[in-house]
């Protein structure tokens, strides 16, 4: 029998393993803050969150032309190579505002739902967040949270304690699990109804019920709401999905339930579109014309104003 080569089965310790310390092996494993070239880093697929260049970000851009970006964002790299946003895009756009060609970053591996339930906590702290962000945001994350609570490998509880519901992400953000879903609800809505509802012309209850309408009977509705210039109050949208429920909503309908008179209903100024529309730039919202109007009708009073004041 040929003797066993004994130096074959002993595995030789480095020169660089025998002298570095466990603390620098540590910190080898320890992440770490690299400048990225934003050319490299794309956006989160399906990102709910508006990044919009308005004043709020025209001032950040100001802040990272000035000091640079003080908190680094969070990306994840790419199979294909570069890699993907996770935490940071309003960073990331004030970054290429102010004419920056790298990012600090920091890089972390993370799955499909790990990144998801990350990027959507990260962007929930934020002051104002519209109805249709949160909508969206919701829905990507509960089923991120879904998918995580039907893994085996996460934790050693149980698979039947690992049910995640509305009501666990609720905890997470201080709702009630029926208002998550009502949230979530919104993402029914076409695009069109959606944007009232993020413009404050159309309350949020309303907005829920309006969600069960099937998409041939929201477009009717919206050209119905743009011609008679109204939105249905919550009774009406309730009145409207049991209509729809029971397959007898169309056209006729739901004109004649948005013009009826409501209680207390208070006359309102009416200005027919025609009239106006063509002093307004075509990519104007409702909202901006009538932010517009409102703008020029306060600089038309403190003029008279000061003419009395002579």
Known sequence: MAKKDVRNSIKLTSVDDLFSTEESRADSQREKVLDIPLSEISDFPNHPF????DEAMLEMADSVKQYGVLVP?????????????????????ASELAGKEIMPCI??????????????????????????????AYKMKLEAMKRQGQRTDLTSRPLV????????????TGESGRQVHRFIRLTELNPSILEMVDNNQIAFRPAVELSYLTEKEQQNLHDTMQSEDCTPSLSQAQRMKKLS???????????????????NQKEKLSVRRERIDRFFPKSFTEKQKEDLIVQLLESWYKKRQREQER
């Open 245 to 263: 429920q029971d397959g007898r909503l169309n056209m006729d309908v739901i004109f004649s339930i948005l013009t009826e008179k409501k209680p």
């Open 161 to 172: 304690e690992k049910s995640i519901s509305a009501d666990l992400l609720g905890e997470t």
């Open 107 to 136: 890089v972390r591996e993370l799955d499909n739902d790990q990144a998801t339930i990350i990027m959507v906590d990260s962007n929930l702290q934020r002051e104002s967040i519209l109805p249709s962000e949160k909508a969206f």
């Open 73 to 93: 964002g969070l990306v994840r790299p790419k199979p294909e190579g570069g890699y993907e946003m996770v935490a940071g895009h309003r960073r990331k756009k």
């Open 50 to 53: 508006k990044v919009k260049a």
